[in-house]
């Protein structure tokens, strides 16, 4: 009887053991889809702030800022250089010389 009862809190034990390591497996994969895809908006939220900078820059400057330019390298860069207008060194790659 004794060993009956010692296999069966062994065999319980192991079940809490599967069930805990169930639990933090399920834990881990639900944080991490949750960080992809907050990662994913907020990578998604800089593209979409740095092609309205550069309609802003294309609005101010006219023909003198390369707009088309400025949104492609923002969708390829995924947002990681927002243009400023007022700073220089930050669209000098979109100006256009005046003839």
């Known amino acids: 009887m004794c060993a009956t009862l010692q ?3 062994a065999h319980s034990t192991l ?3 599967r069930s805990a390591r169930c639990s933090v497996f399920l834990h881990l994969l639900a944080l991490t889809i949750l960080l992809l895809l907050f990662s994913s908006r907020t990578s998604a939220n800089q593209v979409h702030i740095c092609v309205e900078n550069c309609a802003q820059c294309k609005k101010m400057l006219g023909d003198f800022f390369h707009g088309q330019l400025c949104a492609e390298n923002c ?5 990681t250089r927002i243009p400023d207008c007022q700073d220089v060194d930050s669209i000098r790659p979109y100006l256009v010389r005046a003839v």
Do not use: D, S
């Open 15 to 17: 079940q809490m053991a």
């Open 7 to 9: 296999l069966r809190v």
């Open 75 to 79: 969708v390829e860069l995924e947002g």
